[in-house]
């Protein structure tokens, strides 16, 4: 690499001595900090989907149930967190929940019945608003699709 004159005059004039570089950060990962500040974390899962029909097809005009569990683990005592069902084109249900330590889990149920066929993507997610400053973020959403078939 060449060096113009001005820059090589520079380097020539300055005494560069080592200098020593600590390479150990200082700041904590922020899953220490939050761990440390003991922050709650809620979670989506087990989103399950039943129907009434023998054949197990999802049909239109025959109601397809929807559960999900809610659950928060460590962090405050009382949390208010607001859930949700939904698919991409209604909000099924829409519920503000209390957890403590003692009840640290709710189950969210809700119902439709699909008016017209084809594809239709269900999701179940809380701390919708996001308001609970939590542990881990990505684990609010369960989510499935279902084909709904024409009789």
Do not use: W
């Not at 004039?13 to 809620?42: C, G, M, W, Y």
């Amino acid at each position: 690499m060449l060096i113009g004159g001005i820059n090589a005059a520079l380097l020539l004039k300055h005494d560069f001595n080592p200098v020593e570089v600590n390479i150990t950060p200082t700041r904590p990962s922020a899953l220490a900090q939050s761990e440390q500040l003991d922050l709650p974390n809620l979670s989506a899962d087990n989103l399950v989907i039943s129907t009434k029909t023998p054949n197990g097809r999802y049909l239109v005009g025959t109601p397809i149930e929807l559960t999900c569990k809610v659950t928060k683990t460590g962090g405050y005592e009382k949390i208010k967190v607001l859930s949700v069902i939904r698919s991409q084109y209604n909000e099924f249900l829409s519920e503000t929940n209390e957890f403590s330590n003692d009840k640290p889990e709710h189950t969210i149920k809700a119902t439709f019945t699909p008016e017209i066929g084809g594809i239709v993507h269900i999701a179940c997610r809380t701390d919708v608003d996001n308001k609970v400053r939590e542990l881990n973020e990505s684990d609010n959403r369960a989510s499935t699709t279902l084909y709904i078939m024409e009789e």
